[in-house]
């Protein structure tokens, strides 16, 4: 489909190019995610806990200060997918962490 195509979109009643129906659709879907003072976080960004927290099913706790490096930003606003040495699919939540400027 080529951008002379005109394409319907439900919501908002009117036709347009698929590029720019595919371009609103992303811009909903997208979530924003904030960090426990505020900040916006985005993919790739760096963070540092704020408080102890203890790693189920690792056998290990996390202290105040670690910095966790590129976070990725899932569905759900309160989450973030990370890693961390020896942990895989480590997810925590918005709450806990702030941003690393």
């Given at each position: 489909m080529?951008?002379?195509?005109?394409v319907?979109?439900?919501?908002?009643?009117?036709?347009?190019?698929?590029?720019?129906?595919?371009?609103?659709?992303?811009?909903v879907?997208?979530?924003?995610?904030?960090?426990?003072?505020?900040n916006?976080?985005?993919?790739?960004?760096?963070v540092t806990?704020?408080?102890?927290l203890?790693?189920?099913?690792?056998?290990q706790?996390f202290k105040?200060?670690?910095l966790i490096?590129?976070?990725?930003?899932t569905?759900d606003?309160?989450?973030i997918?990370?890693r961390?040495?020896?942990?895989?699919?480590?997810?925590?939540?918005?709450?806990?962490?702030r941003?690393?400027?």
């Open positions: 080529s951008d002379d195509d005109y319907y979109d439900d919501a908002s009643g009117e036709w347009m190019p698929p590029s720019e129906l595919a371009s609103r659709q992303a811009a879907k997208r979530t924003e995610v904030r960090d426990s003072v505020g916006l976080l985005a993919d790739g960004d760096q806990l704020i408080k102890d203890e790693v189920k099913g690792a056998g706790t105040r200060g670690t490096k590129s976070i990725r930003l569905s606003s309160q989450e997918d990370c961390y040495e020896g942990i895989k699919g480590l997810v925590l939540r918005a709450e806990f962490v941003k690393r400027t």
